[in-house]
């Protein structure tokens, strides 16, 4: 069983950045392809960002293409989601995924831009 903690969220000016980060615990992290999947108010839940077992292949939503981006340090369990130039649009809860032949997902992080 793997668990999830997402850390990082926080109300932030539209233009700024954060660095949001998902430690798992429980197995063995680089076995899994790790992704954020967001969720704002009143809208179902879409993907974000998504990353590889090594960390060598990496893929994004259009709508952060060139914003974001999903590193991950395998030997700290961890996988992080640098945002860059944020607007009001990305205020969501930021959910952390975990994916083998199991998914598992963490409680999120809310992310607040105000403009």
């Known amino acids: 069983q793997v668990q999830l903690v997402e850390s990082g969220g926080e109300l932030v000016q539209t233009g700024g950045c954060l660095r949001l980060?998902?430690?798992?615990?429980?197995?063995?992290?680089?076995?899994?392809?790790m992704g954020w999947f967001r969720q704002a108010p009143g809208k179902e839940r879409e993907f974000v960002a998504r990353?590889?077992?090594?960390?060598?292949?990496?893929d994004y939503a259009d709508f952060v293409k060139g914003r974001f981006t999903i590193p991950r340090d395998n030997a700290k369990n961890t996988v992080y989601l640098q945002m860059n130039s944020l607007k009001p649009e990305d205020t969501a809860v930021y959910y952390c995924r975990a994916t083998n032949d199991m998914t598992y997902w963490g409680k999120g992080t809310l992310v607040t831009v105000s403009s």
């Open positions: 980060s998902c430690t798992a615990s429980g197995g063995t992290f680089s076995n899994y392809r």
């Open positions: 990353v590889s077992r090594s960390g060598s292949i990496t």
